[in-house]
């Protein structure tokens, strides 16, 4: 199995049944499935601000002044469903479980199981056509913990990338080289799906949340350029994602990401992102015409030998307005650690992740969202380290 290059598979986030994993037969119905065990500890300085979304968590989803965690964590269970009607039509399902009070809750309704994807694809166009609800075509880091090189996601990921969305899209394979991908769906952030922005992601007043969306769709793309053969399969994608988030149809958010995951060599995984997230004309509470975030990830994964690679990564952002996070704030983040291999399918990973937090005087956007931090200038650190077992079949 090479990781890596299903890593960089996941990210061109084709149509096809994912190769990650070895699928079982039955009836003409594929099932396939990961699940992520988890445990850690992690310290919050005394100058933290407790999570507003988007905050530090090597696992947990919050922070607290001079808090120290350590606690076992079941991330996930997920089982996958593919079942084809011909040569056209295939339907997918992903259905996730989890337990609420052992910290996996699926959702941010407390529920223990959500429906991650569910829809159907036909062959049309010269491509194919999807509906129902699918992981974002956006992004580095994906939705399944497994599947990623580090055990905690990103800063961009838990601050602002969708991750599942609910509509429907049309893929095309140009070449081996050139893909495209188009879609509308009704909003960017539907705010159910734990360790992305369903936790975070912008949740000011009249945006950010199912019931205060436009009823007008919201829209993205992908273009994907892919090349190198098989142990150096590498791929850039540049995504735009936007529509009227904030409950009305006259002001538009705007996303745009360009991610890349290149194999330079056959044991060197080069991955990163850039991105840059837009809301015009925020509520008039906020006294600002635009909100602004922008940030970039860099991740190296070295594969020492068949069973054993080591993994480091950095991430900074800054959200100039707090209309993302609540805060007028800039993260930098700090990740280094090993993967070993237990057999085709098991792997172990441990990792230390290091977050400093630079905060300025509130004002604006997070002087109506967090009166209680209105500190002037502050710095805060968080700091921890997790192992996580995670299995594919």
Known sequence: MKRLTLAVSLLALSLSVPAHAENSVAGGIEFSGNTSILTGWQYDDGSAIPALGGEFALIRGFRAPSRDTFNF???????????????????????????????????????????????????VLGGEFAIGRFNAPVGYYVVDRAFNPTISYSTIYQDLTP?????????????????????IMNNMFDCLQLGGPCLTGPRVPGGGAPNADSAIPSWGMRLGYNFGED????????????????????????????????????????????????????????????????????????????????FFSYGYVHDFQGVVTGLDQQKQNFVVGFGYQI?????????????????ASTQGAQAFLAPAAAIGDTTSWSHGVAGEFAYTF
């Open 73 to 123: 964590y079941l991330d996930q269970f997920e089982l996958d469903i593919d079942k084809s009607f011909g040569e056209k039509v295939r339907l997918r399902a992903d259905l996730d479980f989890g337990r609420f009070l052992s910290g996996s809750g699926r959702s941010t309704e407390g529920a223990n199981f959500v429906v991650e994807q569910a829809y159907l694809t036909v062959g």
């Open 343 to 359: 057999t085709d399918g098991a792997k172990f990973k441990m990792e230390y992740r290091a977050d400093l937090f630079q905060y």
């Open 231 to 310: 142990d150096t399969a590498s791929t850039i994608g540049l995504s735009y994602m936007g529509g009227p988030e904030q409950g009305t149809n006259d002001h538009l958010d705007h996303l745009i990401d360009l991610d890349f995951a290149i194999k330079v060599t056959e044991n060197l995984l080069v991955a990163g992102e850039g991105i840059y997230y837009q809301r015009n004309n925020l509520p008039v509470f906020f006294g600002l015409p635009n909100g602004k975030y922008m940030g970039g990830l860099i991740v190296l994964d070295w594969q020492a030998s068949e069973i054993w690679d080591l």
């Open 163 to 183: 991750t599942n969305i609910t509509g429907a899209k049309l893929y095309w394979a140009f070449s081996d080289s050139i893909d495209f991908q188009a879609y």
